[in-house]
C-alpha cells in the first residue's frame, strides 16, 4: 500500500513537471513569435538570406502562431491562476481577436503600377496591436511566475518580488 501511494505521488510529481517544462517551452515560442511577428526576422543575417520573402507575410503569419500558442496556454492554464487575472487575460486575448476582426486580417495586397504584380503590405491595425500582444505574454509569464519560483509574489510595485 505504502509503495503504490509513493508511486502515485511520483507519477504526480512527473505529470507536474512535465505539464510546468511544457508551459515553460511554450512561453519561450510566444517571446520567438514576437519577436518574428514585430520584425518578420530573427536576426540581421535571417533578413539577408531571405530577401525574397515577403516580410509581411511572414510577420502576419508568426503573429497566427502566436495566437495558436497564447490561446493554447490560457486554456491550460485556466484552473490553475486566480479567476480575475485568467479573465483580464482572457479580455485582453479577445480585444486582439476583435481588432484582428475589425481589420478583416492584417495583410493587404498592394499591386503595382502594371495592376498584375505586386507585393503584401500589412495595415496599419496590425502595428496597433503590437503592444497588446507584448502586454498579454508578459501578463501570462507573471501569472506563472509563482509556479516556477515559490519566492515570487506578486506586487504593485511592478518588479514582482517582495
Known sequence: MEIEEKT????????AD????????????????????????????????????????VQEKNYQLFMTEIEII???INHFIDKKEYLSLLIKFKIIRSKENEA??????????????????????????IPYISNLRG?????????????FQKNTDGDGLK
Open 8 to 15: 502515485n505521488q511520483e507519477d504526480t510529481r512527473s505529470f
Open 18 to 57: 512535465k505539464w510546468l517544462n511544457n508551459v515553460f517551452e511554450t512561453l519561450m515560442k510566444l517571446e520567438d513569435y514576437e519577436r518574428l511577428l514585430k520584425n518578420g526576422c530573427s536576426d540581421i543575417m535571417d533578413f539577408v538570406q531571405n530577401k525574397e520573402l515577403d516580410l509581411a507575410i
Open 74 to 76: 490560457l486554456n491550460d
Open 104 to 129: 478583416n486580417g492584417f495583410l493587404r495586397f498592394n499591386k503595382d503600377l502594371d495592376g498584375y504584380t505586386g507585393n503584401y503590405i500589412l495595415k496599419g491595425e496590425f502595428y496597433e496591436i
Open 139 to 151: 501578463m501570462v509569464v507573471t501569472s506563472l511566475l509563482g509556479f516556477y519560483n515559490p519566492k
